[in-house]
């Protein structure tokens, strides 16, 4: 068969196709386990975060071990939307949290929001996985943003988009308010209709349980 000829150049594409396919399948079968590993200790950590744990060592067991011994994990089904629910156990059986999903700038984020028992105040919100460009709207995940929601009322007297609101408003006196990333505010607004979305959604499903 010459090398030039349409069925050569048609069957060393197939061939090349199947040798990489096969190669990248293997890999990611033999990677799974550790993949799983990977998330299970990330979405632990999240946890330990938003719910403020001690944990003694930093390690996988010692994650997993304080969010077995203080944290509920339950679901909440309504309106045909499933929530990942959390409460606390000891020391602080006074915090219910929810795993929120929303639509950023480049992708989805998600997060868990920490909230107190009667949903009017939020305790905590930590950042589980974005696609946001790093150093700028990547830095929706850094204390210093994610630390200006402790103690944030939520307004629920407000419309639903402003109940929780992110940068600049005419009301200086809002006490639901946090400051924007600066260079990155299509993130930060996104980030806002989601809180904003996920947090009706929940309260709904929550007083309905």
């Known amino acids: 068969m010459k090398t030039s000829s349409t069925a050569y150049i048609l069957f060393f ?9 096969v190669g990248i399948s293997s890999v990611h079968q033999a990677t799974l386990d550790t993949l799983a590993r990977n998330e299970t200790l990330h979405k632990n ?3 330990c975060r938003a ?6 060592e930093v390690t996988p067991e010692a994650y997993r071990e304080a969010v077995d011994r203080f944290i509920n994990h339950e ?4 309106a045909e939307r ?4 959390f409460t606390t156990r000891s020391p602080a059986a006074d915090q219910v949290g929810f795993l929120f999903v929303g639509q950023g700038f480049w992708g989805p984020i998600k997060g868990i ?5 009667d949903i009017e105040t939020m305790r905590n919100i930590q950042i589980l996985e974005h696609q946001e460009t790093p150093g700028l709207g990547a830095r929706i995940e850094e204390p210093w943003f994610l630390d200006q929601f402790k103690g944030l009322r939520i307004a629920w007297n407000r419309p639903p988009d402003e109940r929780v609101v992110i940068g600049g408003t005419a009301d200086s006196a809002m006490t639901n308010r946090v400051d924007a990333i600066t260079g990155a505010s299509q993130t930060s607004m996104a980030l806002m209709r989601s809180l904003n979305e996920e947090l009706d959604a929940f309260r ?6």
């Open 13 to 21: 594409m197939l061939a090349v196709s199947v040798v990489f396919g």
């Open 45 to 47: 950590r999240v946890l």
């Open 51 to 56: 719910f403020a744990l001690d944990v003694k």
């Open 75 to 78: 679901t909440l089904d309504f």
């Open 82 to 85: 499933v929530f990942e629910v």
């Open 113 to 117: 929001v920490v909230l107190s028992p």
């Open 204 to 209: 709904k499903a929550y007083r309905a349980k």
